[in-house]
């Protein structure tokens, strides 16, 4: 396995690094790469033993992976998680959760679903404020800032998100496409994309096989991929130049698009500021 060059300062820089070298993980390894990719919060808080109890590996394979990352032990790796999850303000959700506990609605009425998807939403954009960085941010906003023209999709559920970022865009003086594969037209759209251009894409499990091609056939090209979708650890993931992982606020099942339209105005209002610079 390569040394790696830079040791990661912050949990994106982490998280981007774990995507690229997954492959060539070992099994034990890839398994404690599943695990703090899916609960960041835990490995923040919880102790080595526990960690490990978890992850259902032995203490042994935690030093491995963290060496695997360049750090010189865990202890090393689990300060980013602290520094990203720890000492945050929670007075909010707290006074919620109290407000909620002394209402008596029934479980299904309009008032306790309102309060529900209040609360959900609220949870998973503190979540999103915690875990994007701003190099992240002004990565992806520099490439869609020198980008000739800025495609962007995203299907069924992500629809929404993608129509809003075209609708912004087509304010600015940027040249932006919606990739919407209406009457079959997704592949004569894209077949001018070139390294000059971004793909600008949203997805979400399921992830639809036509983003999973226009992804692969962006890489291929060497287009730069700036995705907002629910989980980094895809088979696409380490094909993004820019990932934002956004996990959304769900109630009885109906997942919402919160976080992911406050992810949204971000970039298209930061990219509009720097035109108006």
């Not at 695990?35 to 102790?47: D, G, H, I, R």
């Not at 032990?73 to 909010?92: K, T």
């Not at 962007?152 to 600015?172: D, E, N």
């Not at 070139?194 to 091609?213: C, G, Q």
């Amino acid at each position: 396995m390569d040394v790696v060059e830079h040791v990661p300062v912050d949990l994106d820089t982490l998280r981007e690094l774990i995507v690229k070298r997954y492959d060539s993980l070992s099994q034990r390894l890839q398994q404690v790469a599943d695990f703090v990719m899916a609960q960041p919060m835990l490995v923040a808080v919880e102790t080595m033993a526990t960690i490990a109890e978890q992850a259902n590996v032995p203490l042994s394979t935690l030093s491995r992976f963290s060496n695997a990352m360049g750090f010189d032990g865990f202890s090393s790796m689990q300060a980013l998680f602290r520094d990203q999850y720890l000492n945050r303000p929670r007075d909010y959700k707290e006074r919620v959760r109290k407000a909620r506990e002394t209402e008596e609605f029934q479980p299904e009425s309009p008032t306790a679903i309102f309060q529900d998807f209040g609360t959900a939403n609220v949870e998973a954009i503190e979540q999103l404020q915690m875990t994007v960085s701003p190099q992240k941010l002004d990565r992806a906003v520099s490439l869609l800032d020198g980008a000739e023209t800025i495609y962007i999709q995203g299907m069924r559920r992500a629809y929404p998100v993608a129509f809003y970022l075209w609708y912004a865009l087509m304010k600015s003086d940027n040249n932006v496409i919606l990739l919407d594969d209406h009457g079959g037209m997704l592949t004569p759209m894209t077949r001018r994309m070139n390294k000059n251009d971004v793909l600008l894409t949203v997805t979400f499990t399921p992830y639809a096989p036509e983003t999973s091609e226009l992804i692969n056939s962006a890489h291929e090209k060497g287009v730069p991929v700036v995705a907002i979708t629910d989980n980094q650890m895809t088979t696409n993931g380490s094909k993004m130049d820019v990932c934002f992982e956004v996990i959304e606020g769900e109630v009885m099942g109906f997942r919402s698009l919160s976080s992911s339209m406050y992810l949204a105005q971000t970039l298209a209002v930061s990219l509009m500021c720097r035109e108006a610079v």
